[in-house]
């Protein structure tokens, strides 16, 4: 019984895993096209403040 729970458990990982990496390969490099990207998550030297001004975002 135990056994089983750990297979499902690391197929399930396992999906979301894979569905992660395919995301980042397919579905972002089509939004980069289509959008602008002002700022990426790790903040400091990444974030292009002329475009967030421009675009009336802001950054925290």
């Given at each position: ?52 001004k421009k675009t009336g975002?802001?950054?925290?």
């Open positions: 019984m135990f056994i089983k729970i750990v297979k499902t458990f690391l197929i399930a990982l396992s999906c979301i895993i894979i569905l992660g990496v395919v995301n980042a390969y397919v579905f972002v490099p089509d939004l980069q096209r289509h959008g602008e990207i002002v700022a990426y998550r790790g903040g400091g030297s990444a974030v292009n403040y002329e475009k967030l975002c802001t950054a925290l």
